[in-house]
Each structure stands twice: as structure tokens, then as C-alpha cells.
């Protein structure tokens, strides 16, 4: 029988439970994780304002505590102590699965070195949610989450993702996600598909299916699209580009042995139709691995 078996319910060990609440809809909870949130001793949360709507809809009344990305480390202190008390504990986030693009895993590492139980108590999570409606035929895909808030960093994630083969998936928040449609299909290229999902379970949940270079154009054309909070599934690098990638690599290599850096980028990039400054990068990145 594995941990979670053994500890599965709250008052037969102390334990640290990683409870998943609703992404939008309060009824989307399981009977479980109810079950837990009304016995446990504390709730972790990472705005007590948001879990308590949830809390307070259901008739719990288990005590809160904060815990965020500016106090996880004295906050998951805290559940320590409670847990050596003898009394379990829950950690939830404001939607979805905790301590996955939000804080929480610093505390599940803590507890669990302190030879804690940490249970999951699985249940929504957006990223999920929305491959689940994209009808993506991809069988790998990439979990990113949120990217660089700086346009110069997040263009920088952009490029080193360019050339991977998986479907990619992201968390934006509404007043990015307009940039960030436009860098991704300055980085990727406007042909690919990407899949906009908006809002997802709530009332004003919308999935749309279009290409990059479109994609902004669809956002700007009705201000309320670009409301929400957004997960978005971008089309991996299909086998050429992967190809062209590595034909670029090794024309690179052989040009660099022989030539300047940047004359080496600038004849590869002319003789596989690459942009030069691609090139260049992928020339400044090779001479650091060396």
C-alpha cells in the first residue's frame, strides 16, 4: 500500500494534504477534498480572501492561514510546527492544483523532509483543462506556465522553445497577453496553430482556434477577449523546422572552425535561409558550450 493509501484520510496521521479546489466553477470539487478542508486542522492558502468565498460557500469553517510567494518559507515554517503537533494540514492555491506555476512547493519539499506524509488530493487544474478542449492530436506536450513579464526576457524564453517538437502550453495574464501572442508568433512564425483559452469553466468561457499571425488580431477585435486569465497551446516545430534547425547547427559548426563568428553566422544563415541573427545566437551559444 503506497503513502498516500496509508494516509489517505485526515485524524490517522499527521499529514500535509495538497488539496486542487475549483478553477472558476465552485462545483467543480471533489467530495474529497470537502472532506479534507473540513478536518484538517489549518488551510494554507495563497490569498485567504479567495479561498474563504470557496470555504464559506461550502459551510467550512476551518481556520486560514496565508501562504504566498513573499512568506512561503516562514508560513510553511508554521505548518511545521502544527504538523508536529499531531494535527494534518492543507494546502490549496487561489484555483486549481496547488504548488504547479504557483507557490506551495517549497512547503510540500519542507513538510516532506521532515518525514511528513504529503497527500495529494487531485482535482481541476486549467492546463488540463484546456487540452482536454483543444483536440490537440499531439502526443507530448510541454508545460511552460508563465512566461518573463519583461518583453526582452519573455522573447528570450521564446526563442529557446522555438525549435521543440512539443505542443507548448502557457498561463498569461490579461493585460500581456497581447504582447504575448505577438512575440510568440515573431518567435515561432505566424503559421502555427494555437489554441486561446479563456476564462475557462466561468461564465464567459471561450476556446478559440486560430493561427498565430491571426491571434492578436482576434484579441484586439473585442476588448472583453482579452479579459480573463488564459491558458494558451501553441503548435510544437514541425519535422522541417526541426530539420532546417539542425542543418543550420551543423553548417555552423563546420564555418566557425574556419571563420570569424559572425561571418560564420551570416554565410549559414544565407546558405539555410535562417535569419541571421538566429543564427548568430545559436553561433553564441555553441562557442559557451565549448
Request: aromatic share 6%; with cysteine.
Amino acid at each position: 500500500m503506497g503513502e498516500a493509501e496509508q494516509h489517505g484520510r485526515p485524524g490517522e496521521r499527521p499529514s500535509l494534504y495538497v488539496v486542487a479546489t475549483p478553477i472558476g466553477n465552485l462545483a467543480d470539487i471533489t467530495l474529497r477534498a470537502l472532506e479534507v478542508l473540513k478536518q484538517v486542522a489549518v488551510i494554507a492558502a495563497e490569498d485567504t480572501r479567495v479561498t474563504s468565498r470557496l470555504l464559506t460557500h461550502y459551510g467550512i469553517a476551518t481556520p486560514l492561514l496565508a501562504l504566498h510567494e513573499h512568506n512561503e518559507r516562514r508560513a510553511a515554517q508554521q505548518l511545521l510546527r502544527t504538523l508536529a503537533r499531531g494535527r494534518s494540514v492543507a494546502l490549496v492555491s487561489d484555483a486549481g492544483t496547488p504548488a504547479i506555476a504557483d507557490p506551495g512547493a517549497l512547503a510540500v519539499r519542507l513538510a516532506r523532509e521532515a518525514g511528513y506524509p504529503v497527500v495529494p488530493v487531485p482535482g481541476a487544474n486549467a492546463a488540463v483543462a484546456a487540452l482536454s478542449a483543444a483536440g490537440a492530436t499531439a502526443r507530448h506536450f510541454l508545460v511552460y506556465g508563465f512566461l518573463a513579464a519583461q518583453a526582452g526576457s519573455r522573447r528570450r524564453e521564446l526563442e529557446t522553445l522555438r525549435e521543440l517538437p512539443y505542443l507548448l502550453v502557457f498561463y498569461e495574464a490579461p493585460h500581456r497577453i497581447i504582447a504575448s501572442v505577438n512575440d510568440m508568433a515573431e518567435a515561432f512564425g505566424g503559421g502555427r496553430t494555437i489554441t486561446i483559452a479563456r476564462e475557462l469553466t466561468k461564465f464567459f468561457e471561450t476556446i478559440h482556434v486560430c493561427t498565430l499571425e491571426t491571434a492578436p488580431e482576434w484579441l484586439a477585435a473585442d476588448r472583453n477577449r482579452a479579459r480573463g486569465e488564459f491558458v494558451l497551446l501553441v503548435e510544437g516545430a514541425g519535422p522541417a523546422a526541426v530539420g532546417a534547425a539542425q542543418a543550420a547547427q551543423r553548417t555552423l559548426e563546420i564555418l566557425s572552425r574556419e571563420l570569424p563568428l559572425a561571418q560564420a553566422a551570416k554565410l549559414a544563415a544565407k546558405i539555410g535561409g535562417a535569419r541571421r541573427n538566429d543564427v548568430y545566437a545559436l553561433a553564441l551559444r555553441l562557442r559557451k558550450g565549448r
